[in-house]
């Protein structure tokens, strides 16, 4: 079974600021992963996913992840922080059966 | 191109009635799925659908059931609703099947049960 781990479930950064939000995933297969962001009465919206191409994945919005096996994580970054990052964030594992997400992660940016 | 579309978008029901939901995926698209989001237990997978068949269902009771029509459009459906089943209820739709294919939400159909 797979499985998604993101820790903090609310991170606090000031505009300007590294982002950093926390993956880990347990998965018997190799896995496909994934950045969700969900604004407020809105649906999700994907920000980038690892498919075994590339380790460093970069997405939407200045938003980019590194896959890392040994670790079994995929943690989510970027170098400014803007106002409009601020968000709910959420991982999530999938196979061609199965897709499992995170908690999420709700980001504050502080002016 | 217009994206996914969910009716509707608020929805009010009282415990034990049925409700339909809504969801027509991006034009081409022929997979669609369904998702529950709740404080409590997140997000969680309820099924797929690709071509009229269900590929793949979540943990969820036999109450939650959907299908999906010959124009990709499908529907899910509650019965004998209870007050935990309020939820946003997210549909996604994406051009192959499998749960490792990008996936493109809807906004969502906010269901709460009184």
């Known amino acids: 079974a797979q499985s998604v781990t993101q820790l903090g479930s609310h991170v606090s950064v000031s505009e300007g600021a590294l982002v950093l939000l926390r993956c880990n995933y347990s998965?018997?297969?190799?896995?496909?992963l994934f950045w969700y962001v969900q604004y407020p009465n809105q649906g999700l919206q994907l920000l980038l996913k690892y498919t075994s191409a590339a380790t460093l994945v970069k997405g939407i919005n200045g938003f980019e992840a590194e896959f890392k096996k040994s670790e079994t994580s995929f943690h989510l970054t970027k170098p400014s922080a803007h106002m409009s990052d601020a968000a709910e964030y959420f991982c999530?594992?999938?196979?061609?059966?199965?897709?499992?997400f995170g908690a999420g992660t709700r980001l504050t940016v502080k002016p | 191109k217009a994206g996914v579309t969910q009716t509707p978008r608020y929805l009010i029901k009282t415990r034990g009635q049925q409700v339909t939901l809504s969801c027509s995926p991006i034009s081409g698209h022929r997979s669609v799925s369904w998702y529950q989001q709740t404080p409590g237990q997140g997000l969680q997978f309820l099924f797929e659908?690709?071509?009229?068949?269900?590929?793949n269902k979540g943990n969820f009771p036999g109450r939650f059931s959907g299908r999906q029509f010959s124009n990709s459009r499908s529907e899910m459906n509650v019965s004998t609703l209870e007050l935990g089943d309020s939820a946003l209820y997210l549909c996604a739709s994406s051009f192959s099947p499998g749960m490792d294919t990008e996936a493109f939400f809807g906004q969502g159909t906010r269901l709460t049960v009184v």
């Open positions: 659908y690709f071509s009229e068949t269900q590929r």
């Open positions: 998965s018997s297969v190799p896995p496909y």
């Open positions: 999530a594992v999938s196979s061609p059966n199965d897709m499992r």
